[in-house]
C-alpha cells in the first residue's frame, strides 16, 4: 500500500500563492506517476496537473496553466504544486494521486488512471 498525504492548503486572497505539497509513503515503487486534482462543492472532481516520474514531462489544465507549477523531489517522495495569482474559482478540496509506471516520462490526466489517493487538503481563496 502506498500512503499520501496532502498538505499546504489554507485561506488566501485573491491574488495571493500557496505551495500544496503530497508525501508519500509506504509501498512506494521504484518509478511512479504523479497528479493533482480538485473537487469545489457541488461539482465533479476535476485535473489540475500531472507531472512524470522524471519530472521532465508535465501537463496542466487550461484553468490553471500559466499559474500553477507543478514539481517533485523524488529524494523526499514528494511532490509539489505552487499555486500563484488565485483566484476564487480555485477553492476546492485538492487531492494528490499516483500510481506505478514504466516509463520515465508518462503521466496521465484521467482520474481513472491513478491507483492511490490522499485524503486532500481544503484551498479557500477569498474574493
Known amino acids: 500500500q502506498v500512503q499520501l498525504v496532502e498538505s499546504g492548503g489554507g485561506l488566501v486572497q485573491a491574488g495571493g500563492s500557496l505551495r500544496l505539497a503530497c508525501a508519500a509513503s509506504?509501498?512506494?515503487?521504484?518509478?511512479?506517476?504523479m497528479g493533482w486534482f480538485r473537487q469545489a462543492p457541488g461539482k465533479k472532481r476535476e485535473f489540475v496537473a500531472a507531472?512524470?516520474?522524471?519530472?521532465?514531462?508535465?501537463y496542466y489544465a487550461d484553468s490553471v496553466k500559466g499559474r500553477f507549477t507543478i514539481s517533485r523531489d523524488n529524494a523526499k517522495n514528494t511532490m509539489y504544486l505552487q499555486m500563484n495569482s488565485l483566484k476564487p474559482d480555485d477553492t476546492a478540496v485538492y487531492y494528490c494521486?499516483?500510481?506505478?509506471?514504466?516509463?520515465?516520462?508518462?503521466?496521465?490526466?484521467?482520474?481513472?488512471?491513478?491507483?492511490?489517493w490522499g485524503q486532500g487538503t481544503q484551498v479557500t481563496v477569498s474574493s
Open positions: 509506504g509501498r512506494t515503487f521504484s518509478r511512479y506517476a
Open positions: 494521486a499516483t500510481r506505478q509506471v514504466n516509463s520515465n516520462s508518462v503521466y496521465y490526466i484521467e482520474s481513472d488512471d491513478y491507483i492511490y
Open positions: 507531472i512524470s516520474w522524471s519530472g521532465g514531462s508535465t
